[in-house]
């Protein structure tokens, strides 16, 4: 198989157990680059564990995560971010004494590609502030930003690490109607410029507004994957999660 064949994230058959309950049962799935691969699924699917086991927050009781052909399964966060492999936290927690351009700044310094000094880290933050639309805030406070500009720096932070692959965790979460729009424009802009998007969210809006790809948990199993119509349109997402008004949506 050829580098360019070899899916920048492959699940197998991943499991996680708490106690004798399966949160998540033998799900599969790839996600290729150049994707928004997103996942949703009712209260309860399994979702925030499955991000959670990818993310390296938790450990799987089975299976296997593989990174550009590399097994990833059960690596630390930190190592994670070194490989190329970022996230951002549906509850934001940025350093809120700092200034938003000195949160991005630490961030810059943890990387897959780390800076050497503080300038260079201070001109890569400026860029990524840029590029997510917060360089007119960069010398604020964290702690007076709105929650939507908290989300904007989560990316941001993220970003700064240089990663190949961004897991987004319910980015849209708290976000106004207008609010969401923008954020969802950012995602596009995103893969646009090359990097693969991973998306957990509650919003079906969002998610089939953005995604080139989803997958649907119920129960903690694989229910359905493919293109936004097709989930939109399957009988057994219909009734598991959209509602039967979904059925009409084009």
């Not at 702690?143 to 961004?166: C, F, H, M």
């Not at 097709?230 to 997402?237: E, G, K, L, R, S």
């Amino acid at each position: 198989m050829t580098t360019a064949k070899i899916p920048i994230l492959e699940v197998q058959k991943l499991t996680k157990y708490f106690g004798g309950l399966a949160a998540v049962k033998d799900v599969s799935f790839e996600v290729r680059a150049g994707q928004i691969f997103g996942f949703i699924g009712p209260n309860g699917a399994g979702k925030t564990t499955l991000f959670s086991m990818i993310a390296g927050a938790v450990r799987p009781s089975a299976g296997k995560i593989r990174s550009r052909g590399v097994e990833i399964t059960g690596v630390s966060p930190f190592r994670l971010v070194k490989a190329g492999i970022a996230r951002t936290h549906q509850i934001v927690r940025p350093f809120r004494e700092m200034t938003v351009l000195e949160n991005v700044q630490v961030a810059a310094h943890f990387g897959r590609k780390p800076v050497r000094s503080p300038s260079a880290a201070k001109e890569r933050a400026m860029q990524v502030l840029v590029s997510v639309g917060l360089d007119a805030l960069a010398d604020n406070p964290a702690s007076i930003l709105s929650v939507g500009n908290q989300k904007r720096l989560e990316i941001a932070r993220a970003l700064a690490t240089t990663p190949d692959l961004l897991l987004c965790d319910e980015i849209c979460g708290g976000l106004t109607h207008s609010e969401t729009a923008a954020m969802l424009q950012l995602l596009r802009r995103i893969r646009d410029g090359g990097m693969t998007v991973m998306y957990v969210e509650h919003d079906v809006k969002a998610i089939t507004a953005v995604c080139d790809r989803i997958l649907v948990l119920n129960y903690g199993r694989k229910l359905a994957e493919g293109t936004p119509d097709h989930i939109q349109n399957d009988p057994a997402v219909i009734e598991a999660y959209l509602g039967t008004k979904a059925a009409g949506r084009s």
